[in-house]
């Protein structure tokens, strides 16, 4: 029985917007969508989210689509549509001229599919981000929200003041009512409380669906819109008195773990967290491969990198390596007597043996992309280059014991 089978007709229905590019991961999503890029061994970074409304027992769900939507639709019909059945809908932009062909901001993508929501005849809607790593449940959300009787519910996290200039920042008074709301200001309001800190939106938000309808029909019109929640929906809610905030919670209890990972340095250091003690539950989804890629005889486990092909996840000989604070994703490969540090290898990259990097930004930089948080990016695209300009791997007297350490 899939989700959308048990759905109660009182439950809202949930957007999901994943059309988004992010730019920020650069290479990683040159042709991929940030929602579908690997995410640990087995998973895709959009997988936190459609558990959590598997746990949340929501079963409507509109998925947005745009940039790369084609692997990522594939994705989700292998891996997630046997969990939603035809409560999931997937909807990239159509029409006959250019405007309708696209999604000009996260608002227009719910815009463009008001006549689709308005069919499943919903109160509330629950708009998502499809690319950040958490565990919530969001039923208590909800309710919070059907009690105040707001227009809107924003869920909110804490981080420092240094890295809220990414977010959303909200302003709150102590029972939650919203009183102020900026896009990635320069300058982040602080908790009163705590000065260091600000209180910033994790992009997901529960809509009074009638409000948002004729608030989005409202922001279609108008030519100096950018039609975005963050920037144009939710600063409206704040000045009319209908928004509030809630704090995300973990299911079950304890401390609560989001992470935006639209960053490479922060995509490297949140999938490093969960190779030791995972912050919060990883998603489990088995997705099934296309009948022509599946191996003969399976005789270990296997994942699907980002290009669609099988990757063994079995035991293998390992190469004499030493690999420190870095992210293998699936389908990359080390050569004996490498060595990395605070490194991400994107699937598909063979490393020739001997090769060091993470251990001198200078050289790095010639060839890989480095970020000033210190984490270098390899792909297959950059070590084709670099064989080009400088042929021969840089080879190392002796050989490293394997270390894999964070």
């Known amino acids: 029985m899939s989700v959308a089978d048990r759905a109660r007709p009182e439950d809202p229905v949930a957007i999901l917007l994943a059309g988004g590019r992010g730019s920020r ?131 909110a996290d804490v981080v420092d003041r240094s890295e809220a200039r990414s977010f959303g920042c909200i302003e709150a008074q102590a029972g939650g009512q919203v009183t102020g709301f900026v896009e990635k200001p320069a300058r982040p309001p602080a908790i009163p409380e705590d000065p260091g800190r600000a209180l910033v939106s994790m992009g997901i938000y529960v809509f009074d669906w009638p409000w948002l309808r004729e608030r989005l029909r409202r922001d279609a019109l108008d030519p100096a819109s950018t039609h975005d929640f963050g920037h144009d929906i939710l600063p409206l809610a704040v000045a009319e008195g209908a928004a509030q905030v809630v704090r995300g919670e973990a299911p079950g209890g304890g401390a609560f773990y989001w992470r935006d990972v639209g960053t490479l340095d922060a995509f490297r250091t949140t999938w490093l967290a969960f190779d030791a003690d995972p912050p919060c539950p990883m998603p489990q989804v088995r997705p099934s491969p296309a009948a022509r890629q599946l191996p003969s005889r399976l005789q270990t486990p296997v994942a699907l990198d980002d290009a669609g092909s099988v990757v063994s996840l079995g035991p293998g000989p390992e190469p004499q390596a030493e690999v420190e604070s870095s992210v293998i994703m699936p389908g990359a490969r080390l050569a004996e007597g490498c060595r990395l540090r605070g490194v991400i290898l994107a699937p598909g990259v063979r490393l020739p043996e001997g090769l060091v990097v993470g251990h001198d930004p200078e050289e790095d930089a010639l060839w890989f992309r480095v970020t000033p948080g210190g984490t270098t990016l390899v792909t297959a695209q950059m070590l084709a280059r670099r064989a080009m300009m400088q042929p021969g791997p840089v080879l190392l007297p002796g050989r490293p014991t394997l270390a894999r350490s964070r």
Do not use: C
């Open 25 to 155: 991961l650069y290479e990683l999503t040159d042709s991929l969508a940030k929602p579908a890029v690997a995410f640990g061994p087995r998973n895709r970074i959009v997988d936190f989210t459609l558990e959590n409304l598997r746990r949340s027992g929501l079963g409507q769900v509109l998925v947005a689509t745009q940039f790369g939507a084609g692997p990522l639709e594939d994705y989700l019909n292998r891996a997630w549509r046997p969990v939603f059945g035809t409560g999931m809908r997937l909807r990239r932009a159509s029409g006959t001229t250019m405007a309708e062909r696209s999604y000009t901001g996260t608002a227009d993508a719910v815009w463009k599919n008001a006549a689709e929501i308005d069919a499943l005849a919903p109160r509330e809607v629950v708009v998502l981000s499809g690319d950040h790593v958490y565990a919530m449940d969001y039923r208590p959300m909800i309710a919070a929200h059907r009690l105040a009787g707001a227009a809107v519910t924003i869920a």
